[in-house]
């Protein structure tokens, strides 16, 4: 009876174990793209319904490409590692941050207006610029802000205003 009964329980384990695994990226340890599109659909959903407001930051790093054509993928990818501790220790238990893709990160905000917001993404603009690798000039972000609703209603017109303001910093030096 009991091997009966412990199959089961350990497939419930593995089942769990899995699905985390298929939200998390493993290099940075934050939520992946997946996570992202299924909370911003449901934050969306949610805030739509009851109203209040929720900000996004997008981040994107600043001559990446160049950093891992002088010192290679694994001094990148520690780059990643540490950029990821970074943005969670400059957030609070309630925000939740991304891995969107490649070097480019998402934070959301619940329940925060875009100055607020504004104060979060130059607190992890500035930890990003205080890490230093190899002897690589510091690190630097472009970051984009949006808020919902003021930005748009939808999940797309959300990211696209974030993107879009994330892309006007990067055309005007970056760092900021």
């Not at 009991?2 to 199959?7: E, F, L, R």
Request: proline share 3%.
């Amino acid at each position: 009876l009991t091997s009966q009964i412990i199959m089961p329980i350990k497939n419930s384990q593995l089942y769990a174990e899995v699905e985390e695994k298929s939200r998390i990226d493993e290099l940075t340890g934050l939520f992946n793209r997946r996570s992202f599109d299924e909370v911003m659909a449901s934050e969306t959903s949610r805030y739509s319904r009851y109203g209040g407001m929720f900000s996004l930051i997008y981040l994107d790093l600043d001559s990446f490409k160049a950093f891992n054509d002088n010192y290679g993928h694994l001094a990148g990818d520690e780059m990643l590692r540490q950029i990821g501790g970074v943005i969670r220790s400059a957030i609070r238990t309630s925000d939740q941050a991304f891995r969107y893709g490649g070097e480019e990160f998402a934070v959301l905000l619940p329940n925060t207006s875009i100055e607020p917001a504004n104060r979060v993404a130059e607190r992890i603009r500035k930890k990003i610029s205080s890490i230093v690798i190899a002897d690589y000039a510091p690190v630097t972000a472009s970051i984009g802000l949006a808020c919902w609703p003021a930005n748009g209603k939808n999940v797309n017109e959300i990211i696209a205003a974030a993107d879009a303001a994330l892309y006007s910093v990067k055309h005007s030096g970056g760092n900021r």
